[in-house]
């Protein structure tokens, strides 16, 4: 062994040995590693080697995670303070309604009824303006209705100017003249020579009739790219809609055609004479909406556009805790309007309600369990684990036949005599159900928490305590239950998180009065389609979730979660 | 405790013994008398006869004679139960008799000393034997409401309650008709078929992605490992209804509502939770040296995965995609959401069922998914302890 060559010293290179001794002798160098770099960046480059590897392997799963599960949370989030549908269904209106103040308790200038005309027409057009009702109908009452006879009788204010162009000129009620008058020639020609496959060339305005026609270009523009891409029909054989005529008139009646000398110019001149002679009838925006419905000339509905005006509200969460947007601010609903607040009071109450009942039906079994003999207790084990296995719908199910006025509870002790026949116990439909059946649906999992705690508490200690003299309830009080409470504690907070979203139950077996916010949500999703309101009240129950998370985490740890025991 | 007796055992003073009985007695006489129509002749009656059977049996039959006073006991109640009330009270007679005689004996000879420690009072052993009872008592409410369900379903009417006959254990009261109809019933058999399209292939997605993300968590250095943990988890804690609306607005952007994809994504990832939990605590005992002698060896990380690592952690795997199965195949509340007609499940059908009470076929399925629920119960006791055999930990 005392072969120079062997020893580490005399050979020269790298070795493991070589680096270290020549790291002793050297103090002021870095400490190499085989390869001759430092350690410390071996070690660092190693350590992220290790790092990324963990990363990839997690990464499959997070992403998977991220974009099937916290997606669509944040899109619930995102929708419980949406509110873009009345700008983008009444952008010119929103506008127009800027320097409107909502709390004067006045009508809107006359603008705003113009603008509201388009708008109300062009949605109309679109079918969107029952969509708009709906929405605004969370908020005032008879915005649905409204919505829906304003589709109807929109048309009646451009039928006035309609009626009285086509009764000048037929040409004003057909689609070619139109056309050549507002469409650009290159167009036209282009239109024209298409043979129905294929997209249809898009509609072009002519260069200069936006200068001399303003709102007539727009609204024309409008109606003949909606013929285009919406029906598919080419505005060259679409008569145009009648808000193009009402958009004529008042281009007509401000605007001077006189220099114009395009296609159609007789027939635009002749119009314009019309307009400008005496017996042209008009009729005010505001005189059209008012035969449309009274509602229109009351400001409630104008305060209530206005308020919802914004792309982003607090209006959804305002409606979750009884509150109501008005034009003074926020304020709160009227006192039998008020349901959000006592549910969420009362799935407070009945989740803390059952978390008690788990505690206490759970604490002797978790102590009994700990104490008695491995093989006793994993045969005791099973009557745990078996409802915890079994589906939750059976055990609803079960629920309902044990509970029920003809149900087993009541059919026994009307055998026993305890109760008449004519008196039987209304256990189901209501509370008392709903915290039965939850209390057997989540006692399992009080359990299992409260078991593997308790089976770590040393029964010596115990012991001690009562050799030292304490009495059994000393004992119990102030040696074993201390050391337990951790397990009371994890499983509250499980239980209780569980408890407060539950749906398929209270559904089933709650009735009315035993009936949790859950499904409230359910029934906004499903029932009134109050989107916004169901994605609000599903925030405020995940936020109220997510606290809990929070501090389960902080005193259990999410890794010390147990499945069957 | 032991089963070995750790206090020998004595006869107790006759007055003790008829003492108890008379309460018991009295106690059950309460309860038939009340059905009877008079609760307090019943007590007297109970009571007075538990005191004298106890008499008989301790002080003129004695312990000699134990066997046949029992069996006398169980033929006498059995028969005045059977000439009282038929088949139901032969039933509940017997085994009211099978009670009593036993009890007799365990209190007159101080049996229920026997496996409790010398030094306590008789304050402590009533307690001990009262907190028993009590825990007696949780584990029926544990219990019943499942085994109910089980004779319900074989029900000849349309109800959810036990008919006359059922009680009279009358043949005609019983019927294998909801079971028929749940196996023919296009509705049903559908329904069937829809969830085990979809909780296998969920099932598949979520332990796949789930094993490999809890094999990467469980490594020494991951950063942000809690944050991790806890949107990973998260599936679990988030309520179903919270989910279930944020998936029905995002799924339908993204076309997958009512489509069999949008069903099997939102259960794999409903499940994965359960698959994270049971794998990391397998991995919490795997020793890391086995993958490094394997990589010393000259194996490739694939062949150690699958060669060393994956048989060790299997059993957790195994069980893990148990859990995520039974989460898929009892979920309701998204399928709500997100499903359509032709996808029904069959805990959908089993809810509209119960919402609107079309018959008792659910309780039929129910049973059918009880007995699925023990099969899989069993295989996750058994693989949790073949896995804490694996790793070298205690067999119990």
């Known amino acids: ?565 | 405790m032991s089963e070995a007796i750790l206090t020998p055992i004595e006869k107790k003073p006759i007055g003790f013994t008829a003492g108890v009985l008379a309460a018991a007695g009295g106690f059950a006489g309460l309860f038939l008398g009340t059905a009877q129509g008079s609760g307090l002749l019943g007590i007297v009656i109970g009571a007075a006869l538990m005191a004298a059977l106890a008499f008989v049996a301790m002080q003129v039959l004695g312990e000699a004679l134990e066997k046949p006073v029992r069996w006398v006991m169980i033929a006498v109640a059995a028969v005045a139960g059977f000439l009282f009330n038929g088949i139901p009270g032969l039933i509940m007679g017997g085994l009211f008799g099978w009670f009593f005689g036993w009890f007799i004996y365990w209190v007159g000879m101080g049996r229920y000393r026997a496996h409790l420690v010398p030094y306590l009072t008789p304050g402590q052993v009533l307690w001990h034997y009262t907190f028993r009872v009590i825990c007696g008592a949780i584990f029926v409410f544990l219990i019943t409401p499942i085994i109910v369900v089980m004779p319900l379903s074989f029900n000849a009417e349309d109800f959810f309650t036990f008919t006359p006959e059922m009680l009279a254990f009358d043949p005609a009261g019983y019927s294998l008709k909801h079971y028929r109809d749940f196996l023919t019933n296009p509705e049903w058999t559908n329904a069937v078929k829809n969830s085990l399209l979809v909780a296998p292939v969920a099932t598949l997605i979520s332990v796949s992605l789930g094993t490999l993300a809890a094999i990467g968590l469980s490594q020494s250095h991951v950063p942000g490992k809690r944050a991790i943990m806890a949107i990973l988890i998260s599936p679990m804690i988030v309520p179903l209804i919270i989910s279930a609306t944020g998936m029905y607005f995002f799924y339908s952007k993204i076309g997958l509502v009512g489509t069999y994809w949008g069903i099997v994504l939102a259960h794999a990832v409903l499940g994965i939770p359960f698959v994270i939990i049971t794998v990391t605590a397998t991995l919490v005992g795997f020793d890391r040296s086995l993958t490094r002698a394997a990589a010393n060896m000259g194996a490739n990380p694939v062949t150690t995965f699958f060669k060393v690592q994956m048989p060790l952690i299997l059993p957790g795997v195994i069980s893990g995609g148990l859990f995520a199965f039974i989460t898929s195949f009892d979920e309701v509340v998204v399928v709500l959401f997100i499903g359509s007609a032709e996808l029904q499940t069959l805990p959908w059908q089993m809810f509209t069922g119960l919402r609107e009470q079309i018959s008792p076929t659910i309780l039929a399925a129910a049973t059918i998914l009880v007995a699925i629920s023990i099969c899989l119960l069993t295989s996750v006791e058994i693989l949790r302890r073949r896995s804490e055999r694996l790793r070298g930990m205690s067999p119990s």
């Open chain 1, 1 to 565: 062994m005392t072969d120079a060559a062997t020893e580490p010293d005399k050979v020269t290179g790298p070795t493991p040995d070589n680096a270290l001794r020549a790291a002793d002798k050297e103090d002021s160098g870095p400490v190499l590693a085989a390869d001759g770099t430092p350690l410390k960046r071996s070690l660092n480059r190693a350590l992220r080697a290790q790092k990324i590897r963990a990363l990839m392997l997690i990464a499959p799963l997070l992403i998977f995670v991220l974009v099937s599960f916290i997606a669509p949370i944040g899109d619930m989030l995102f929708r419980s303070v949406e509110n873009q549908i009345v700008r983008d269904t009444l952008p010119r209106t929103v506008a127009a309604l800027a320097d409107y103040d909502a709390a004067s308790g006045e009508l809107p200038r006359d603008e705003v009824f113009e603008a509201a005309y388009y708008d109300v027409f062009f949605a109309a057009e679109r079918k969107e303006h029952t969509r708009l009702g709906s929405r605004l109908n969370y908020e005032k009452t008879g915005a649905s209705s409204l919505f829906r006879k304003s589709g109807r009788g929109i048309d009646d204010i451009g039928e006035v100017y309609l009626d009285q162009f086509e009764d000048l000129d037929e040409n004003w009620d057909e689609a070619r003249p139109w056309a050549e008058l507002m469409g650009d020639p290159d167009w036209i020609a282009a239109q024209d020579a298409w043979n129905g496959n294929g997209s249809m060339p898009e509609f072009e305005l002519r260069s200069d009739i936006s200068d001399i026609l303003p709102r007539t270009a727009e609204t024309y523009e409008i109606f003949a790219r909606f013929m285009q891409t919406e029906e598919g029909d080419s505005p060259l054989e679409e008569e145009p809609w009648s808000v193009v005529h009402t958009a004529l008139y008042q281009d007509l009646a401000e605007g001077d055609v006189s220099g114009y000398t395009g296609p159609r110019a007789d027939m635009l001149q002749a119009a314009d004479a019309l307009v400008a002679s005496a017996d042209f009838q008009t009729i005010a925006f505001r005189d059209g909406f008012e035969e449309i419905d009274e509602d229109w000339v009351a400001p409630e509905i104008w305060q209530t556009i206005k308020t919802y005006s914004p792309a982003y509200t607090s209006g959804y969460f305002l409606n979750s805790i009884d509150m109501q947007k008005t034009a003074e601010g926020p304020a709160l609903r009227d006192e039998d309007e008020r349901i959000y607040g006592l549910l969420f009071q009362r799935t407070m109450f009945m989740s803390l309600v059952i978390t008690l009942s788990c505690i206490l039906l759970g604490y002797p079994i978790s102590y009994l369990l700990s104490n008695l003999p491995a093989s006793k207790a994993n045969l005791l084990m099973i009557l745990v684990l078996l409802p915890f296995w079994t589906s939750l719908l059976v055990r609803t199910s079960a629920w309902k036949v044990m509970l029920q006025q003809q149900g087993v509870i009541n059919d026994t002790l009307v055998w026993l005599g305890l109760v008449a026949d004519d008196a039987r116990l209304t256990m189901i439909n209501n509370q008392f159900g709903t915290i039965v059946a939850m209390t057997h649906i989540l006692l399992p999992f009080m359990i299992l928490p409260m078991y593997s705690v308790m089976s770590t508490i040393p029964p010596s200690y115990v012991r001690a305590a009562k050799s030292l003299g304490a009495t059994n309830w000393t004992t119990f009080w102030r040696v074993y239950f201390p050391q337990s409470v951790p397990g009371i504690g994890a499983g509250s907070i499980l239980v209780f998180i569980l408890s407060i979203g539950y749906y398929i139950t209270p559904e089933i077996v709650g009735g009315t009065s035993g009936i949790f916010i859950s499904n409230r949500i359910a029934y906004h999703i499903s029932s009134s389609l109050n989107w916004g309101l169901a994605a609000a009240l599903g925030s405020i129950l995940l936020v109220v979730v997510l606290v809990l998370y929070w501090a389960y985490d902080k005193i259990v740890g999410i890794d010390n979660v147990k499945l069957g025991g």
